[in-house]
C-alpha cells in the first residue's frame, strides 16, 4: 500500500499571467519543505465572465487546493465564491481562493498583510498609532493599503490622486465603515495640495504606477516629509524605485514592494499546504533573479 502523501496542486489565475512571480515562490517553498505538489500558471481570459466563473468551479474538479487571484480576476470573482472572510469583503476584492473539503470556495485577500509585513520588515519598531498616512493613488492597490492600515490601528488616513473624483469616490466608500468601526478617520487631499500634504505624516505610500519600469516618478516633493517618516512604495520593479532612491537619500528609512510579493503569499501557502513558510534571503534572490 502507497503511503506517499496527496499531490497537491494550486495555481495563479490571471489574463495575462505569465509574468508573475508567484510560480516562482509557491515552487521554492514546496521543494524546500519537501511536500508533494505544484503551483502553475492558469491563464482565464476574462472576455466571457461565465468563463472564470467555470474556471473558478473547476478547481475542484480537477484536484486544486485553490489559487491566486491576479489582474483582473480580483473583483470579477467576489460573486462567484461562497464565502468571503471579513477583509476581503470590505477591500471588494479576492486574491486567494481555497477549496474546502466540500467543493465550496473560501475567498480572502492577502495583499493587506502582505503590505503590512513589508513595513515591518523595513521598519520593525513601526507603529500604527505613530501618526497620519498619506497614500498617492486610489486604485485597487491603493483600496488593499488603506483598508490594510486601518484594520491595523492607523487612525488618520488621506487619499491624493491625481483624478481627484477618484479620491473621493475612495473616501465614500469606507468613511462611515472606518469611523463606526475602526475609529480611523479618512480624508481626501486635493492633488495640487501634495507637496505640502506630507508635512506632518508618519507614513507615506505610492499606490500607483509611477516609476514602475519605464514610467515617470511619482511627481511629489519630499521637502517637508519628516525624516522620521516611513516612505513605502508597492511597486516591486525596479526594487528601488526614483521615490524610495530621492526618500532614502535624504535619510528616510524605506520599504519596498518586493516584501509585499513575498509575504502576500505566505498565508495562502499556509491554507494549501498546511506549512507557514518564511521569507528568506534565498528566496529573495530567487524572485530578484526574475526581473
Known sequence: MSTQAPFILAGIMGWPVGH????????????????????????????NPDDLKAA???LSVMGFAGCNLTLPHKVMALPMVDRLDATAKRMGAINTIVVEADGSLSGYNNDGYGYIQSLLVA?????????????????????????????????DIRICNRTESHAHDLVATFKDDFAQNLGTKLSAVAWDQRHQAVVDVALLVNTTSQGMGSNPALDINLDLLPKTALVSDVVYIPMETPLLKAA???????????????????PAFHKWFGVLPEVTPELVKIVEATF
Open 56 to 58: 473558478l468551479k473547476g
Open 248 to 266: 532614502k537619500a535624504r535619510g528616510n528609512p524605506t520599504a519596498g514592494g518586493l516584501n509585499m510579493l513575498l509575504h502576500q503569499a505566505r
Open 123 to 155: 521598519k520593525p519598531d513601526w507603529q500604527p498609532s505613530v501618526g497620519p498616512a498619506l497614500i498617492m493613488g486610489a486604485g485597487g492597490a491603493a483600496r488593499a493599503v488603506l483598508v490594510s492600515l486601518a484594520e491595523k490601528g492607523v487612525k
Open 20 to 47: 508573475s512571480r508567484s510560480p516562482s515562490i509557491h515552487n521554492h517553498w514546496i521543494k524546500k519543505h519537501e511536500l508533494n505538489g505544484t503551483y502553475v500558471y492558469l491563464p482565464v481570459n476574462p472576455a
